[in-house]
């Protein structure tokens, strides 16, 4: 679903991503765990063609990343939810998650704001994943924080995408909270069969929601494994072990721990 190779990004001097490799299989559900400024945000921007990369080769859901003629249609088919659940808090409910049918509407038709029955079922359809399908008519701005990012998760849904990029999705949530939107998130992907890949940085989310985790550090992937293997010691790569990364050579970066294979082992 979304193939990666030789992926890189520079911003001036600052090498924020320094050659990733990685496949992403359909329906997967991947976390990316990492310091802050590892570049988590960048690789998501990348893979949604807000970022143009500097160099290397990216396909999600069948389009060219770094082809800037796709990027209408590839963002039809992959969606963002971002840390701060930017909903428009004067809308209603309904209305946010409506405007995630708004790329598949004909642009007359989404000017005028002119939604199908089809478009509104399916809305609450979205809207009953996230169990809100009873504030649909109130205003947005009427809902805890936690709802409000569950509604980012229902627009997201309503847009009926291959993938869904989920940028820290839960950072500004209290940890019970937290956990009730990545289960929502989660359990929607599943029956849909969309494909997540979740920057996360609370490592005990990534090990409980995680398929697959993959650590970012340096702007490299420095582990690949499935969540219910990640032991502490594979977090010294990602965390502890930061500055050798950075300063590491290509090759050592990726084999920073003797029980570790720089892919599906963790
Ligand atoms: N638009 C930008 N212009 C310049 N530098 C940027 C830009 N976006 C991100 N960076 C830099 O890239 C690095 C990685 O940032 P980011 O991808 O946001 O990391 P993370 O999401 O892991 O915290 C940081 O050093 C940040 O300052
Ligand atoms: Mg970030």
């Given at each position: 679903m979304i193939r990666i190779r030789s992926l890189t990004k520079q911003y001036g001097s600052n090498a924020v991503l320094?050659?990733?490799?990685?496949?992403v299989a359909a329906g997967e559900f991947l976390v990316v765990?990492?310091?802050?400024?590892?570049?988590?945000?960048?690789?998501?921007?990348?893979i949604n063609g807000l970022v143009a990369p500097t160099s290397g080769e990216l396909v999600a859901a069948g389009y060219d990343a770094t082809d800037a003629r796709k990027v209408r249609q590839l963002r039809r088919n992959v969606a963002m939810i971002f840390q701060h659940h930017n909903v428009v808090p004067r809308l209603s409910v309904l209305k946010n998650v409506l405007t995630g049918r708004l790329g598949q509407v004909s642009s007359l038709a989404s000017i005028l704001q002119l939604f199908s029955r089809q478009d509104v079922a399916l809305t609450m359809d979205c809207l009953r994943r996230v169990e809100l399908d009873h504030k649909a008519h109130e205003r947005t701005d009427a809902l805890s924080g936690g709802q409000r990012q569950r509604v980012g998760i229902a627009r997201a849904l309503a847009q009926r995408p291959q993938v869904i990029l989920a940028d820290e999705p839960v950072a500004s949530l209290d940890p019970k909270t937290s956990r009730l939107v990545l289960q929502y998130l989660r359990a929607a992907c599943r029956e849909l069969g969309i494909t997540v890949v979740c920057n996360l940085h609370q490592v005990d989310y990534a090990r409980e929601f995680g398929d697959r985790i993959v650590g970012l550090a340096g702007g490299k992937l420095v582990l690949d494994g499935r969540g219910d293997e990640l032991r502490d010691s594979h977090l010294n790569l990602i965390y502890a072990g930061l500055d050798q990364v950075q300063h590491a050579a290509p090759a050592a970066a990726r084999q920073p721990a003797p029980e570790l294979s720089a892919q599906g082992a963790l």
């Open positions: 320094r050659g990733i490799d990685l496949d765990l990492g310091p802050s400024g590892a570049g988590k945000s960048t690789l998501l921007r990348c």
